[in-house]
């Protein structure tokens, strides 16, 4: 998993943020790299950016309509910082938890949700591809946001796809049942041993 110093490295202007994406990232089972290049290509890091044509706004170009979904308005986020902006970030992303399983996907969410799984050659529909620049595929959005990242875009980590504060406990918890299984399991071979030393000796 990237970590917060490979995303300032990467990208000086998210200092203030990386450990959020960390964390965030950790909860949707994500790279850190994935949401750091979404951020890059969207906003440049600026919390502040705007779009001409549709208004979208802020660090992932949040739409009129998502952000009142959020409980905010495009206006409020232009006046936020980065760090302030990251629990409206967070809030957009948790919808989609278990669900990005690459690059690709984290760049549908923010971009055409209903791309998310489908694929590289998953086609927008023309309306779509016309007000992009002529991007008609999910495969080309992708090579052109990545045209511009910094950080590779790892594949998915192995291992549990989500994170929680509670399954850091349950794994204590397992551990320390395992260490009483591992005492017991000695403590009877020992028991044998002693027996048989014994009537050796007798014997």
């Given at each position: ?171 204590r918890g397992v551990s320390r049942r395992n260490q009483r299984l591992v005492l017991g399991i000695g403590a009877a071979v020992f028991a044998v041993i002693a027996v048989g030393a014994a009537v050796a000796v007798r014997s």
């Amino acid at each position: 998993m990237t970590s917060a110093a490979a995303i300032t490295r990467a990208y000086p202007q998210a200092a203030p943020v990386a450990h959020a994406l960390v964390a965030l990232s950790h909860q949707l089972g994500a790279d850190p790299a994935w949401l750091a290049n979404v951020i890059q290509y969207e906003s440049r890091w600026n919390p502040q950016a705007i779009n001409g044509g549709t208004g979208a706004s802020g660090l992932i170009q949040f739409m009129p309509s998502t952000a009142r979904g959020l409980g905010t308005t495009v206006e409020a986020i232009r006046r936020m910082t980065a760090g302030q902006q990251m629990q409206y970030v967070a809030a957009y992303f948790r919808r989609f938890r278990g669900k990005l399983r690459s690059q690709e996907d984290v760049f549908m969410a923010v971009f055409y949700p209903a791309a998310v799984g489908k694929g590289a050659s998953y086609s927008f529909p023309a309306r779509v591809a016309r007000a992009n620049n002529g991007i008609s595929t999910a495969g080309e959005y992708a090579r052109r946001a990545l045209a511009v990242a910094c950080l590779s875009p790892t594949p998915r980590p192995r291992g549990p796809l989500l994170y929680s504060p509670s399954a850091g406990r349950g794994a204590r918890g397992v551990s320390r049942r395992n260490q009483r299984l591992v005492l017991g399991i000695g403590a009877a071979v020992f028991a044998v041993i002693a027996v048989g030393a014994a009537v050796a000796v007798r014997s």
